[in-house]
């Protein structure tokens, strides 16, 4: 059974940078994409992007200029980095496997998510 | 992007009863639609993926059905673990975006 953990510090100030790092375990990250997704509290979700297992990335137009995504194939392990934090970001951030079958992608392993708030 | 609206935000229901959720995309996306369901303080959980396929292990009184721009989560009786927020989601196209959820109560 395939799990995902999420980790990183839980407190950021603003105009820093938020790293969290997904490990994964009961598999391989090779073969898949990996996304990230927050949500505010309260609040919906939000796609941040995905990374391929070789390192190709595709990122939501509306973060683009703030996050990089990478891979550690080694220790299965995915990473993601969002700088010049707001108030804004504050949110649970999730990873998850970008499962398919066929045409078609979805979201089918998650993490249970880590609450980051962005506060001084 | 691709707008996708659900509806209702919010809807009482109780158990046993048929219940049934829209949701609808700004434009056509084929089938590439999912549907998630979340329970309060944990990471939300795929139900249906290419608008109508079972995800294993997922009970079969979940269904989905569409195509194009609107599209149907079905709950045929509901149990009391069925109670939570769902979320339609499109992989037609990037960015990936969700719903804004519909929130399942208890009457």
């Known amino acids: 059974q395939v799990q995902l953990q999420e980790s990183g510090p839980g407190l950021v100030k603003p105009s820093e940078t938020l790293s969290l790092t997904c490990t994964v375990s009961?598999?391989?990250?090779?073969?898949?994409?990996w996304s990230w997704i927050r949500q505010p509290p309260g609040k919906g979700l939000e796609w941040i992007g995905y990374?391929?297992?070789?390192?190709?990335?595709n990122y939501n137009p509306s973060l683009q200029s703030r996050v990089t995504l990478s891979v550690g194939t080694s220790k299965n392990q995915v990473s993601l980095k969002l700088s010049s934090v707001t108030a804004a970001d504050t949110a649970v951030y999730y990873c998850?496997?970008?499962?398919?079958?066929?045409?078609?992608?979805?979201?089918?392993?998650w993490g249970q998510g880590t609450l980051v708030t962005v506060s001084s | 992007d691709i707008q996708m609206t659900q509806s209702p935000s919010s809807l009482s229901a109780s158990v046993g009863d048929r219940v049934t959720i829209t949701c609808r995309a700004s434009?056509?996306?084929?089938?590439?639609l999912n549907w998630y369901q979340q329970k309060p303080g944990k990471a939300p959980k795929l139900l249906i993926y290419?608008?109508?396929s079972l995800q294993s292990g997922v009970p079969s009184r979940f269904s989905g059905s569409g195509s194009g721009t609107d599209f149907t989560l079905t709950i045929s009786s509901l149990q009391p673990e069925d109670f939570a927020t769902y979320y339609c989601?499109?992989?037609?196209?990037?960015?990936?975006?969700f719903g804004q959820g519909t929130k399942l109560e208890i009457k």
């Open positions: 998850a496997r970008v499962g398919h079958g066929g045409n078609k992608y979805y979201f089918d392993y």
């Open positions: 009961g598999g391989s990250i090779s073969g898949y994409s």
């Open positions: 990374i391929y297992y070789s390192g190709t990335t």
């Open positions: 434009q056509s996306i084929s089938s590439f």
């Open positions: 290419g608008a109508s």
């Open positions: 989601q499109q992989s037609y196209s990037i960015p990936y975006t």
